[in-house]
């Protein structure tokens, strides 16, 4: 399963970052919002690169937008493999996504806490990675479920009450549980 959920996160959460650029460009034009340069900062100081006096680079910024978003994708596969897949699952993975960039961000000195930010940045921020995390959600969730219901589906559905959005057990599987 983690041989998987390896490949198909990365694939998942690349293309979450591609739909989350999307909307941020689309955004932008209608807000006249400039670029944030706050991922290339992030990883020139995590990697000890010398920061550019200004700007930072195009080419790092993309490498630590797509970087992260991919990596990150590993996580919502494994969520997916193990049976936590839809909605609900992506909206705990948001959360994952966001604490991730703030944890970089502030021990890196690049950011500042959130209640910090003024309302609309913090707005904008919050709606472009609840955007990362359902794109990245659905391709992980469409990826895992070739292989069938994950391991706390399969047991949601030996529990009464349950709903799992596995689908019913196969005939030979509830016969067995009899």
Do not use: C
């Not at 979450?16 to 689309?26: F, I, R, S």
């Not at 895992?144 to 047991?155: C, E, L, S, V």
């Amino acid at each position: 399963m983690m041989r998987r959920a390896l490949w198909e996160g990365l694939v998942a959460g690349a293309a979450g970052a591609a739909v989350m650029t999307l909307g941020e460009k689309l955004e932008q034009r209608l807000t006249g919002r400039p670029n944030s340069y706050v991922p290339a900062r992030v990883l020139e100081r995590l990697t000890g690169m010398a920061e550019r006096s200004g700007r930072a680079s195009d080419a790092v910024n993309w490498a630590m937008h797509y970087g992260e978003g991919a990596l990150l994708g590993i996580l919502r596969s494994v969520m997916a493999h193990a049976g936590l897949r839809g909605p609900w699952s992506s909206v705990k993975f948001a959360v994952v996504r966001l604490t991730n960039d703030q944890i970089l961000e502030n021990a890196t000195g690049v950011g500042a806490p959130p209640p910090t930010w003024p309302r609309l940045e913090l707005g904008v921020d919050l709606l472009h990675k609840a955007v990362y995390a359902f794109a990245t959600g659905v391709v992980a969730d469409a990826l895992a479920g070739r292989t069938g219901p994950g391991p706390g589906q399969r047991h949601a559905r030996t529990r009464p009450g349950r709903h799992t959005g596995a689908g019913p057990l196969p005939r030979e599987e509830a016969h067995a549980r009899r």
